[in-house]
């Protein structure tokens, strides 16, 4: 398992592709994932393309990219006119040829912001299948191009919506984890790990802590080793689905609400069990008790400090943490064990 970083986590810093690959050997990476093709070449060119990936093979830096969004309920949103399925899936195609250019096998790629969910004028049960039927009509040139498309635990679906939409899309679909976000849509962190190990090509790693507010719940991203989350546990199922898997950190600034004793907003989460959501509770618990005896922050006075001043301590904080965690589970997977209990 690589570590290299999502260049989300960097975007402040407007560097072109070719900078960030000399970022990434400056600060011990070992790869770096773009949002799409055209960060790395705006007008997709395939030669451009592939010489990339040779500079960044020279370098001995992984390179995996992502696709627009393929809802088309967003995206109409977002261009301020309607755009139908197959036109979406054809905008789409491009980029998966650009993905294959590249030498990437999958593309990131996530359904909605934390917004789409509630959002009253397109249900969300709908903006999911308007999501599948792009993507189904976009099938053809997945599989001509070898590509699949790697679906985001991004804020907005569940775990059991992934799942089922990744099943309702079939082989060219697989599933990006995201660590922190999980947190977000109320899931067991550990748990959701184990169901979609499976299917996880592709990650985005980020600790998380919450807090309490009056109405429910803060959360705020953290450099990993850094929140709640028991990442050797959650790594763990990923290590031995996919030995091979890349581990690509993002992390950001900002706190986002979860107003989990509003009713109406529990209501967006039919399928929530008590179960998941007391493990969110106690994590948030768990964080309160770090508070208070000093171990951890409070959300308001990271916030308080620029991203531009702490972005390079998390990186760096994170690849610290997570390169003895990955040589713990590669020893675990040899001998048989587990990763519970490790700090």
């Given at each position: 398992m690589r570590i290299g970083l999502d260049v989300y986590t960097i975007d402040h810093r407007r560097l072109s592709a070719p900078a960030a690959l000399?970022?990434?050997?400056?600060?011990?990476?070992d790869g770096l994932q773009f949002l799409d093709p055209t960060a790395i070449d705006a007008e997709l060119r395939p030669a451009s393309l592939a010489d990339f990936r040779r500079r960044a093979d020279?370098?001995?830096?992984?390179?995996?990219?992502?696709?627009?969004?393929?809802?088309?309920?967003?995206?109409?949103?977002?261009?301020g006119r309607s755009i139908g399925v197959r036109d979406h899936a054809s905008a789409l195609a491009r980029q998966v040829r650009a993905v294959s250019a590249l030498g990437c096998r999958h593309a990131r790629a996530y359904v909605g912001d934390r917004h789409d969910r509630f959002r009253a004028d397109?249900?969300?049960?709908?903006?999911?299948?308007?999501?599948?039927?792009?993507?189904?009509?976009?099938?053809?040139?997945?599989?001509?191009?070898?590509?699949?498309?790697?679906?985001?635990?991004h804020a907005d679906l569940t775990v059991s919506e992934l799942l089922e939409l990744v099943d309702r899309i079939g082989?060219?679909?697989?599933?990006?984890?995201?660590?922190?976000?999980?947190?977000?849509r109320l899931e067991d962190p550990v748990e959701a790990a184990e169901r979609l190990a499976p299917w996880v090509v592709c990650t985005h790693l980020k600790d998380a802590v919450l807090a309490f507010t009056p109405r429910g719940l803060c959360w705020q991203a953290r450099p990993i080793g850094g929140g709640a989350?028991?990442?050797?546990?959650?790594?763990?199922?990923?290590?031995?689905?996919?030995?091979?898997?890349?581990?690509?950190?993002?992390?950001?600034?900002?706190?986002?609400?979860l107003p989990i004793f509003d009713r109406s907003w529990?209501?967006?989460?039919?399928?929530?069990?008590?179960?998941?959501?007391?493990?969110?509770?106690?994590?948030?618990?768990e964080c309160e008790t770090g508070y208070q005896q000093g171990k951890l922050a409070r959300p308001e006075a990271v916030e308080a400090?620029?991203?531009?001043?702490?972005?390079?301590?998390?990186?760096?904080?994170?690849?610290?943490?997570?390169?003895?965690?990955?040589?713990?589970?590669?020893?675990?997977?040899?001998?048989?064990?587990?990763?519970?209990?490790?700090?």
């Open positions: 000399d970022f990434a050997r400056e600060h011990s990476l020279a370098m001995g830096l992984y390179v995996e990219v992502g696709l627009s969004c393929p809802n088309p309920v967003r995206q109409s949103r977002l261009a397109t249900l969300w049960k709908d903006q999911i299948a308007a999501t599948a039927a792009v993507i189904q009509a976009l099938t053809p040139t997945l599989r001509e191009q070898g590509v699949r498309i790697a679906l985001e635990t082989d060219v679909a697989a599933v990006t984890l995201d660590t922190g976000n999980l947190l977000m989350l028991p990442f050797p546990d959650i790594l763990a199922p990923l290590a031995k689905a996919r030995p091979e898997l890349n581990l690509s950190i993002e992390m950001h600034p900002r706190t986002y609400d529990l209501a967006h989460f039919p399928d929530l069990r008590p179960a998941s959501l007391a493990a969110v509770v106690a994590i948030a618990w400090i620029p991203w531009a001043d702490r972005e390079l301590d998390w990186i760096a904080r994170s690849v610290g943490y997570l390169r003895p965690v990955v040589r713990l589970l590669e020893r675990l997977n040899q001998t048989g064990g587990r990763a519970g209990g490790y700090s």
